[in-house]
């Protein structure tokens, strides 16, 4: 069994910043890309970014880029989204996802093998 877990969402303002955490418990974390994706309500889930196990790739969706950061800490068994600028559409519950079958970055959710539990981000105006 593998545990994935998210921290640092919450409320923030139109223009602000925030910065998810999601931690692994496995050995072999720095094998497995990783990938964040968002549900807003009555949506279907998105990809938002991802990043290969030893973090020299990353991938993000047109809505976030230049905004959204990807990155990890192999050490940590942990993977960070550093959100900036961000606007009110950008709220939705926020999940981290593993890939353990693969080392590299992908944007398709079926591809991922283990998720998180989700954390809200909401973002007012």
């Known amino acids: 069994q593998v545990l994935l877990v998210e921290s640092g969402g919450g409320l923030v303002q139109a223009g602000g910043s925030l910065r998810l955490s999601c931690q692994v418990s496995?050995?072999?974390?720095?094998?497995?890309?990783m990938g964040w994706f968002r549900q807003a309500p009555g949506k279907e889930r998105e990809f938002i970014a991802a990043?290969?196990?030893?973090?020299?790739?990353?991938y993000y969706a047109d809505s976030v880029k230049g905004r959204f950061t990807i990155s990890r800490d192999n050490a940590m068994n942990t993977v960070y989204l550093q959100m900036k600028s961000m606007k009110t559409e950008d709220t939705a519950v926020y999940y981290c996802?593993?890939?353990?079958?693969?080392?590299?970055?992908?944007?398709?959710?079926?591809?991922?093998?283990?998720w998180g539990q989700g954390t809200q981000v909401t973002v007012s105006s």
């Open positions: 996802a593993a890939d353990i079958d693969s080392s590299g970055a992908s944007s398709r959710s079926w591809q991922y093998d283990y």
């Open positions: 496995r050995s072999t974390f720095s094998r497995h890309g």
């Open positions: 990043i290969n196990a030893n973090g020299g790739s990353v």
